[in-house]
């Protein structure tokens, strides 16, 4: 809420919800949609066949974003288990009631691409219905996203483990609403915003097939690169790198702001005022959740007492660390015995076969290959989350109307 020193900005209005524009309104969940009947089927009862779809709020948390679009299969109800739900319509909103983190509270999809199909909404979902077309299609699926609304969700919400939002409380909660030609403009815009960060998706998906097929041939010596000839050999890890040991520290040793680096098993390295290696080494995690992650450092460091710590090697060691990138997961889901924490023991590493070309300047030449596609991808990458910063942004300026891109004066 305004103190009473602020002021507000010509064009605006203050709100329970916050400060909007003058020609917004304000509407209630409850106000603006009618709540229909849904399903309680759980994972397990899904079927492929059947000619009723069913969408489960799991897949709102982990698929989709915004939109559900139909053209896309779903997982079927068999017919003897159909009852009296209301069918999905275009335009419809799926509301996940059901979340183990606070992001995902009250998640939703706006439905498109119904066509002649058969949908019901499920276990754990709201499924809505826009009483009297209080919003365009298109926008509907960005309303959860607007801080103002979302705070309230999260507000509203309960439970220790899994999180929610009562449908009473639900219907109580406020949505700014725009007028219906800024509610297109706005769609429009993000929905552009969202194609253009989608076939970037798509794009780095292809780059990374693409090296994955590259790395099958160049590692396995399938393909040769130009100007390269001779017999492969496999040996063991310990048979070229001269060196394998494990730092000797606790997690907790590390100290913020130290000199040199610090690796455990998690993907980032810390700090620590002390080095206890000066090396070109690999690194390899030796338990935890990221177990055979590998990283490379050539200076001081230092290391945890289950993080291995590989140096000396007679191969070219970007090489080797492509080969146990590709190789090492297998090996180490191979040793662990069902139900066991997967981890590396000495043996998993030196005992470890690994194919070489028999010249070191064929090893350079496929681990520069490999970099280079590598550096493209994480180019990729770092553009994409550019724009996915970008969007989110320019989403909150739109959606609480900071920005105005239909009916400025």
Known sequence: MLTVTQKIKTG???????????????????????????AQYSREQLSDNGKTSYVHYGDIHTKWNYFLDLKNDLPKIKENQIKDYDLIKDGDLIMADASEDYEGICKSVEVKNTKEKKVISGLHTFLLRDKDNNFVDGFRGYIHTNKLVKSSMDRYATGLKVYGVSKTNLKLIQIPKPPKPEQTAIATVLSDADALIKKLEELIEKKKN??????????????????????????KLSDICGKITTGRLNANAMVDGGEYRFYTCAKDYYQIDRYAFNAEALLVSGNGAN????HYYKGKFNAYQRTYVLSDFSADIQYIKLFMDRNLQERIRVEVNAGNTPYITMGTLT???????????????????L????????????????????KQGMMQQLLTGKIRIYGNK
């Open 12 to 38: 605006y209005k203050q709100t329970e919800l916050g400060v909007i524009p003058e020609d917004w309104d304000v509407i209630t969940y409850g106000k603006a949609f009618d709540f229909l009947r849904t």
């Open 210 to 235: 693409i090296k994955q097929g590259t790395m099958q041939e160049l590692l396995t010596g399938k393909k040769r690169l130009p100007g390269f000839s001779g017999k492969w050999e496999v040996k």
């Open 291 to 294: 177990v055979g992650y590998i």
């Open 371 to 390: 970099s280079e596609m590598d550096a493209e991808i994480e180019k990729l990458e770092s553009q994409l989350v550019k724009y996915q910063n970008i």
């Open 351 to 369: 005992e470890m076969q690994i194919m070489i070309p028999p010249t070191k300047d064929e090893q350079v030449a496929i681990a520069n290959v």
